[in-house]
C-alpha cells in the first residue's frame, strides 16, 4: 500500500526521544471520544485492544474520552478500565471532540497521540502505516484518508458529496494540501501536538481541521495513509449544523491567515520565513488578491442569497442560473473598479461581456454540480444544494480571478485601448516599435492600476 505525504521539502525533525515505558521504546495513546455511546462502547474497545495486544509492536495505552454523556456510557467506560490492561477513561462535563482530544493530547507523556472513531469504520490494519512515520521522526502529523488512491470506501451518495465538497472547499479557499480533514482515523507527534494546541481556537468538529491547516502553515509534514472505511449507519452526526459550523471556522482560520496571526511556536523547528509578496506572487497580485477575495466573498453570499429567494418560486437551476447572472455583472463591475484599478466607461460594456464568459464558466461548473449532486442523492437538501454550490463557485472563482488578471483587464491591453485613443500616424515611432504598446502617453503602473494625480513616467514591466 502506498502512502502519501503532503509536503516533502520540510524535514520531519528528529524522532521523539524515548521514553522508558516498561523497557519496551515509545508509548502509543489512542484516544476514543464518546459520547453517548453506550452501545458499541465495550466491543469496540475489547476489539481495539485485542487487535493492539495481539499486533502492535509498541506500547499502547487506550484512554477513552467521556464527552458529557447522559447515558451509561461513563459506567461503561470505567469498567473497561477496570476490566483491561493499557486502559484509562476520563469524564468531561462538557461536550465536544476538539475539547476531548485538547484534554487528553494536551496532558499526555505519549511519545505519539492517535485518535479514531468509536466506531472503528476505518480498517485497523491501516493504524501501524499512521504512527510509524511519526516513531520514526519522518513526520510531524499522520492522517487517514478515503479520497485518496488506495482507499477503499463504502458510504452513501450524500455523505459522499459532501465530504468531497468540504474538501474541494479547502483546498481552493484555503490551500490545503491534504486530502480528507474529516476522516476519524488521525495520529501526531506528542511535542508537535501540545506546541500547536493552543493556537487552535474550536473545540469541535472543526478541530482537526483547523489542526492540519496550522500545521501545513508552520511548515510541518504530513503523512496520508489510505484506508479502507465502511460508513457508520447510525452516525449521530448533524450534517447541517456541522456544515455551518465548519464554513464559520474556515471564515475565522481565513481571517487569521490574513492577517499572519495564523502560526505556532513549534518546538524544535525553526518557522519559514514567510516569503514576501513581492517574492512569492507576480507584480501586482499581492493587492489585487485582497482586493478580489472581499469582493467574491460578497458576490458568493449575494448569490447564495438570491439562489435560496428565488428557489421559493422556481427550479434549482433557473434559480441557479438568473442569481449568477445578477451577480456577475456586480463583481465584474466592482473587481474593475478595485481590483484593477479601471475608471470610466471605455471599453466598460466589452469587458462586461469578456466577464460573461466566466460567468458561463461559473454557470456550467455550478449547474453540473447541482445535476451530479441530485443524480446521485435524489432529493437532497437545502443545505447540502448550497455546499454543493459553494464548492462549484469556488472553482470558478479562481478560474475568473486568472481569466481577469490575464485577459480581461491586463495592462498591455488596457495600454492599447489608451494608444488607440490617440490615433498615432502611420510612421509614428510608436507604432513602428515592437514595444510601443507598453510606451504610452498613459502610463499603467506594475500592479496594473492607472496612475495617480501626479504620477508619471515608467514603462509597464
Not at 524515548?18 to 453506550?38: A, F, K, M, S
Not at 507523556?109 to 485518535?115: E, G, L, R
Not at 493552543?198 to 495513509?225: C, Q
Not at 488596457?414 to 507604432?431: I, K, N, Q, V
Request: hydrophobic share 45%.
Amino acid at each position: 500500500m502506498s502512502h502519501l505525504v503532503t509536503e516533502r521539502g520540510t524535514p520531519a525533525g528528529p524522532p521523539p526521544p524515548v521514553h522508558d515505558h516498561g523497557g519496551r521504546g515509545r508509548l502509543v495513546e489512542v484516544v476514543i471520544p464518546v459520547y453517548n455511546e453506550e452501545r458499541v462502547l465495550a466491543a469496540s474497545v475489547r476489539r481495539l485492544h485485542a487487535y493492539l495486544a495481539d499486533t502492535f509492536p509498541y506500547p499502547f495505552r487506550i484512554t477513552i474520552a467521556d464527552n458529557a454523556s447522559t447515558d451509561g456510557t461513563w459506567r461503561a467506560a470505567r469498567d473497561l478500565m477496570a476490566r483491561l490492561d493499557h486502559v484509562n477513561a476520563v469524564h468531561l462535563e462538557l461536550k465536544g471532540r476538539g475539547r476531548a482530544l485538547r484534554h487528553v493530547w494536551g496532558t499526555s507523556d505519549a511519545d505519539v497521540v492517535a485518535y479514531m472513531d468509536v466506531d472503528l469504520s476505518t480498517d485497523l490494519d491501516a493504524f501501524l502505516p499512521l504512527v510509524a512515520p511519526l516513531i520514526s521522526g519522518h513526520s510531524d502529523l499522520a492522517i487517514g484518508s478515503r479520497l485518496t488512491r488506495g482507499s477503499a470506501v463504502v458510504r452513501g451518495p450524500r455523505r459522499e458529496v459532501i465530504s468531497r465538497c468540504y474538501n474541494l472547499l479547502l483546498r481552493t479557499t484555503l490551500a490545503a494540501r491534504f486530502s480528507d480533514a474529516q476522516c476519524g482515523f488521525k495520529a501526531a507527534r506528542t511535542e508537535i501536538v501540545q506546541a500547536l494546541l493552543p493556537s487552535v481556537e474550536d473545540e469541535e468538529w472543526f478541530f482537526d481541521t483547523e489542526l492540519l491547516l496550522l500545521a501545513e502553515r508552520n511548515g510541518l509534514r504530513i503523512h496520508e495513509v489510505p484506508v479502507d472505511w465502511v460508513d457508520d449507519p447510525d452516525s449521530r452526526v448533524d450534517v447541517v449544523r456541522t456544515a455551518r459550523d465548519d464554513l464559520r471556522g474556515m471564515a475565522r482560520v481565513a481571517r487569521r491567515m490574513l492577517t499572519g496571526a495564523f502560526r505556532a511556536p513549534v518546538g524544535g523547528r525553526r518557522a519559514p520565513a514567510a516569503p514576501s509578496a513581492g517574492d512569492a506572487l507576480p507584480a501586482g497580485m499581492a493587492r489585487q488578491l485582497p482586493a478580489f477575495a472581499v469582493i467574491g466573498a460578497i458576490s458568493t453570499v449575494a448569490q447564495l442569497v438570491l439562489f435560496v429567494l428565488l428557489r421559493l418560486v422556481m427550479g434549482p437551476l433557473w434559480a441557479n442560473a438568473l442569481s449568477l447572472i445578477i451577480t456577475t455583472v456586480g463583481n465584474t463591475a466592482a473587481n474593475r473598479r478595485f481590483t484593477f484599478g479601471v475608471t470610466g466607461t471605455g471599453r466598460a460594456l466589452r469587458q462586461q461581456l469578456e466577464g460573461g464568459l466566466a460567468f458561463l464558466l461559473g454557470l456550467a461548473l455550478s449547474t453540473g454540480g447541482l445535476a451530479l449532486l441530485h443524480a446521485a442523492a435524489p432529493g437532497a437538501s437545502r443545505a447540502v444544494e448550497v455546499g454543493a454550490l459553494i464548492a462549484a463557485n469556488a472553482v470558478a472563482t479562481l478560474v475568473r480571478f486568472l481569466l481577469m488578471r490575464a485577459w480581461i483587464f491586463h495592462p498591455r491591453r488596457l495600454a492599447d485601448r489608451d494608444a488607440g485613443a490617440g490615433s498615432p500616424r502611420t510612421g509614428d515611432p510608436r507604432t513602428d516599435d515592437p514595444h510601443a504598446a507598453l510606451r504610452t502617453d498613459v502610463t499603467i503602473s506594475r500592479d496594473g492600476r492607472a496612475p495617480a494625480a501626479g504620477e508619471t513616467g515608467g514603462n509597464l514591466s
